[in-house]
């Protein structure tokens, strides 16, 4: 069986955007059974995970004595044994991971960029100054990507998995308007978020957040 390990709580503003996401939606749409292996944030310093995990991160995917971390990776790896998200021929395959690639290197460290100054920074005199600078970048690369998807359901002949490492990839917009607003990635985000195998994997790391969330002290 496989086990992907999550972290057991995260506050709202993660919730939704850990990157187990990725895993658990793969593993929906190839049909493979799975296991959580919840964490709490300490637990990513134990010596054994970081064995495992050399940042500490989730998630790890395992399997018999295997063990794999990097959404990217465990993405591919979970593509190659179902054809729900690797197309059947090379020239396919190639295509496919060509956009995980470009996902994870062209778009996603543009869009983390603006959460970061969003979420983490946003009261700092310098992200105040830097903030617009970000996102002109990142409506340069959401634009350069709109154009390819104009006209088309998804980033090929088919869904992938490169769609599914984009979509998610999006999602890390989602405290703003720059993708919901473009009249060609807003539908193409909602089309990939429309499938059953997100929503199942969306409810269920939501799920586990809801279970394991922190009791306030009384006033």
């Not at 057991?8 to 993660?14: E, L, N, R």
């Not at 995970?49 to 959404?71: C, H, K, N, T």
């Not at 310098?126 to 359901?153: H, I, N, Q, T, V």
Request: contains cysteine; hydrophobic residues 45%.
């Amino acid at each position: 069986m496989i086990t992907v390990t999550a972290f057991k709580w995260v506050p709202p503003f993660a919730q939704g955007q850990v990157r187990d996401l990725r895993v658990r939606w793969a593993l929906e749409e190839a049909g493979i059974p799975y296991e959580e292996k919840l964490i709490g944030f300490g637990d990513g310093d134990a010596p054994a995970y970081r064995a495992i995990q050399p940042w500490g991160q989730v998630p790890v995917m395992e399997e018999d004595g295997f063990s794999l971390f990097e959404s990217g990776a465990i993405l591919l790896n979970i593509a190659d044994r179902s054809g729900a998200l690797c197309p059947p021929d090379a020239a396919g395959k190639a295509k496919m991971t060509q956009w995980v690639f470009a996902a994870l290197n062209s778009v996603e460290p543009h869009l983390q960029n603006l959460a970061a100054i969003d979420f983490f920074y946003a009261k700092e005199a310098w992200a105040k100054e830097r903030r617009p600078g970000a996102e002109s970048f990142a409506r340069m690369k959401l634009a350069s990507l709109s154009k390819r998807l104009a006209g088309r359901e998804w980033l090929e002949d088919r869904f992938t998995a490169g769609d599914l490492m984009m979509s998610t990839v999006l999602r890390i917009a989602g405290h703003t308007d720059l993708v919901s607003a473009d009249p060609v990635l807003g539908p193409y985000h909602a089309r990939c978020e429309a499938r059953p195998a997100f929503k199942k994997a969306l409810a269920d790391q939501l799920a586990t957040f809801k279970a394991h969330e922190p009791v306030a002290e009384p006033a």
